[in-house]
């Protein structure tokens, strides 16, 4: 009996190995952008990049700015979805940029400027 | 009987008397034209006037014909007495008078009107040319003739009479008499309608053994009449003097001894010497030849020769300078080269100079010039100049390539290479000036530079920084490669260091002149830019001539997304461009910048991803979920160096629901798999023996327990 009662909790443990375990928990951060920023360091990124928007960096970095809201998105998206250590990665990334083009933007709307003056 | 023989008797005296007055009428007598009045009163019809006509005759009426010319009037009367008496009774009162005298002539010849005229009694030979309607073009007025009516013939010269009025120079005309005006010799033997003047103009002789024939430089040569006393200065004159070809000073004369004399009408004309004039023979020929330059030497001279006004030997004197003598010559002509007049001295040295320069006040000092010189101007070359021989190496300049007129031109010193082009019509539209090249010869060598003619015109700068052409240079302006396709010999000749390649999926592919002031944009459209599978977000840009290697990589949708410029790569000369192809190989891109997506979807693979996409973009592009797709189990499995996890959609949650929440995130490098429903079955079955042995088994393990226990 007692090996009859040995081989069938082999068996039971050995069903765990059997089947291929649960399903993975459902995925979110999909469409972060769309959803309030929870983190405190995003949001003032966000903030940040608002502002440069604000201030034309849309016209004058258009590149550098199109790729900063890009890096943004993800780092809100990977964040939402838990991928904590890619998203502090990325959100590192990001700030250079913010930090890059806050330096630049200054430069270039004050060249502007003077172009359209001697204009 | 003795009746019968005195009117027989005074019959044959009255013929031959009859006879005899018409051949040689006596003083008074009866002639051919004259008018008899015939009067008997009371016979009307011969109260009127009876002609004597040409047969010496007066016709009565009733009576018939008798003959009175050259009887007397007494004899006539007597005779037409005689005549009426058969007639008529009572003659006692006839009377016969002259009442006219006239002369019939005949005119014959050239007049107007040839033929019989009649004219008063003392008319004369031109009152009878003048009734024949006068005289016609072409007359010989010198040689008229009479012919009488004896048959003897008179000459006379009627421009005598013309000349000198003198009415004894004309013969006496007399009845019956015949005036002959013949022609000129000069109208020939055809006869044409001919203008007078012209032919008076050619001489009046018409005697030909006593004309004079007056040829040669004269304004009308011709034969001209022969007049005693004439000198040959009348002579001369009558022919028009002599014109500016002649050489008046070797005048010939051929008189009739046949051999010629020379005649220096100029010794004549300078010393008014009479005894210098010849006597001129009748039917002499006189020549006056033309003028023959004469070379003209001497210790004083000094030749001028080519395009000045005129050209030929000068005489000098001390201090007349290079310009007294070339203004003495007239001056250079339109045609004259003056920048390169050569002074050819009497040892054979040339020496150039160059009167334009002199002329615009540069300091330029003309070289002396002394007896013996000779002054060459020559004669400039323009444009359209056939021989290009004429301009010597040292002076010429070669202009090739891409100009308007391209070709050998004549240099000067002070002209700059842009005096040189605009001359050779400018660089044509396809002309590379910014590598404009001077092969610069300096004795046997030649050495070549470049010149940026571009920047040069765009941004000025010091004029002593454009090169100094001087003659023998060639001067080459390259072309631009225009079509690489069409044209690979053109682009052959451009070098490697100013070409930039483009390759890949652009319309024409090829390589391209390149300057530093060419940017990217440039060269992608002068490759008629991207085709319409070209793949513009991944384009590579291989940079050479750096140290190491280096490929950007250009995404040109982002570029026309933003219209940033910092996306666009810094290119020069010598970069690789390649566009690739949309439907590249999938080793070309990276699984870092994908996303796979497996399973039950319409097309599975490799889609490019970025992160404005998401899950939904991605199952849209993939052909979205078949039909035994699990749709609410799709798993997302993120991947990441630091922290992968796997997730799972919703979708028919999502699609009910709409909340953006349960979306999960996806990334580029990630996988997405769509299991079907028979894997999900399986999974159920192998699942529900598991929970089976499990339950089993934590059954044994309690019964164990229990047993134990």
């Not at chain 2, 000025?460 to 023998?472: A, D, N, R």
């Not at chain 2, 028919?652 to 769509?674: E, H, M, N, Q, S």
Request: proline content about 6%; glycine content about 10%.
């Amino acid at each position: 009996m007692r090996k009859i009662a040995g081989m069938l909790a082999c068996l039971g443990l050995s069903g765990c190995f059997f089947s291929e375990g649960p399903w993975p928990v459902e995925g979110a951060g999909g469409f972060a952008e769309y959803l309030p920023i929870t983190d405190k360091q995003l949001e003032n990124l966000s903030n940040r990049l608002e502002a440069l928007r604000a201030r034309g960096a849309e016209r004058y970095a258009a590149a550098a700015f199109a790729e900063a809201s890009l890096l943004l998105t993800r780092s809100r998206r990977e964040v939402a979805a838990g991928l904590m250590l890619d998203a502090n990665r990325d959100i590192e990334r990001l700030e250079g940029q913010v930090e890059a083009m806050e330096a630049n933007l200054g430069r270039m709307r004050v060249s502007a400027w003077f172009d359209r003056d001697i204009s | 009987m003795s009746a019968v023989v005195r009117f027989l008797a005074l019959s044959l005296l009255l013929v031959w008397a009859g006879v005899a007055s018409a051949a040689q009428p006596a003083e008074g007598a009866l002639r051919v034209g004259d008018i008899l009045s015939i009067g008997l009163p009371g016979e009307a019809a011969l109260n009127k006037e009876f002609p004597v006509d040409r047969r010496g005759n007066v016709t009565l009426p009733e009576a018939g014909v008798v003959p009175v010319a050259g009887r007397s009037l007494e004899q006539a009367t007597a005779l037409i007495r005689e005549a009426l008496s058969h007639a008529y009774r009572d003659l006692e009162k006839l009377t016969v008078v002259v009442k006219e005298r006239k002369v019939p002539v005949t005119v014959l010849g050239y007049v107007r009107a040839p033929g019989n005229v009649e004219l008063p009694g003392d008319g004369n030979v031109q009152m009878a040319l003048v009734a024949a309607g006068g005289i016609s073009q072409g007359a010989q007025l010198d040689r008229m003739t009479i012919t009488h009516a004896d048959g003897k013939r008179v000459q006379f010269d009627y421009k005598k009479y013309l000349d000198s009025g003198d009415p004894s120079t004309l013969p006496k005309l007399e009845p019956l008499d015949v005036i002959f005006v013949p022609a000129s010799p000069l109208t020939g033997n055809v006869q044409v309608e001919f203008d007078a003047r012209t032919l008076a103009a050619t001489g009046d002789g018409g005697e030909e053994r006593s004309a004079i024939k007056i040829f040669g430089e004269v304004g009308a040569p011709g034969t001209f009449a022969y007049k005693k006393g004439n000198t040959i200065i009348d002579l001369i004159m009558r022919a028009g003097g002599v014109n500016h070809y002649s050489a008046p000073d070797q005048i010939r004369i051929i008189g009739k001894d046949g051999k010629p004399k020379v005649f220096n009408l100029q010794a004549y004309l300078d010393s008014g010497d009479a005894s210098l004039l010849p006597v001129i023979d009748p039917g002499s020929t006189i020549y006056v030849p033309r003028s023959v330059e004469e070379v003209r030497t001497g210790k004083q001279t000094v030749y001028v020769m080519g395009e000045v006004a005129r050209p030929g030997a000068f005489e000098t004197r001390d201090g007349a300078s290079f310009i007294n003598i070339i203004a003495n010559s007239g001056g250079p002509t339109r045609f004259a080269d003056t920048r390169q007049i050569r002074i050819i001295r009497p040892n054979g040295k040339t020496e150039v100079v160059d009167l334009v320069k002199f002329v615009d006040g540069t300091g330029v000092q003309l070289p002396s010039v002394n007896p013996g010189d000779a002054i060459f101007v020559p004669e400039k070359n323009d444009v359209g100049e056939s021989s290009w021989l004429k301009v010597a190496p040292s002076r010429a300049v070669q202009v090739l390539g891409a100009v308007g007129k391209p070709g050998r031109y004549e240099w000067a010193d002070e002209m700059s290479i842009f005096d040189l082009l605009a001359n050779a019509g400018g660089p044509t539209a396809h002309a590379d000036i910014s590598h404009v090249q001077i092969l610069r010869k300096e004795g046997d060598k030649a050495e070549p530079m470049l010149f940026d003619l571009d920047s040069f015109l765009k941004g000025g700068g010091s004029l002593q920084t454009v090169p100094k052409i001087h003659g023998g240079y060639v001067i080459t302006v390259p072309e631009l490669p225009q079509d690489p396709i069409n044209d690979k010999a053109a682009w052959m000749r451009q070098a490697p260091e100013r070409s930039i390649y483009v390759m890949g999926q652009v319309g024409s592919p090829g390589r391209y002149a390149f300057s530093d002031k060419l940017g990217f944009l440039d060269i992608l459209t002068a490759a008629n830019g991207p085709t319409a599978s070209a793949d513009v977000r991944n384009i590579r840009v291989a940079h050479r001539g750096e140290k190491g290697s280096r490929v950007s990589r250009v995404n040109l949708s982002a570029y026309f997304a933003t219209g940033d410029d910092k996306l666009l790569p810094k290119v020069r000369p010598g970069d690789v461009i390649y566009i690739p192809d949309q439907t590249r190989n999938y080793l070309d891109q990276p699984p870092s910048q994908v996303v796979r997506v497996l399973g039950a979807v319409g097309k599975p693979g490799r889609y490019e991803y970025s992160d404005e996409m998401s899950i939904l973009d991605l199952l849209a592009e993939a052909g979205g979920p078949t039909g035994d797709a699990m749709q609410d189990r799709i798993i997302v499995i993120n991947l990441s160096n630091a922290q992968s996890q796997a997730r799972i959609f919703d979708l028919l949650a999502f699609a009910k629901t709409g909340d953006v929440r349960r979306i999960p995130v996806v990334r580029a490098g990630d996988v997405v798999y769509l299991p079907n429903k028979g894997q999900d079955e399986l999974a159920e079955i192998s699942s529900a023996i598991g929970n089976i042995v499990s339950a089993a088994s934590l059954a044994s393990i309690a019964a164990s327990l229990s047993h134990q226990q």
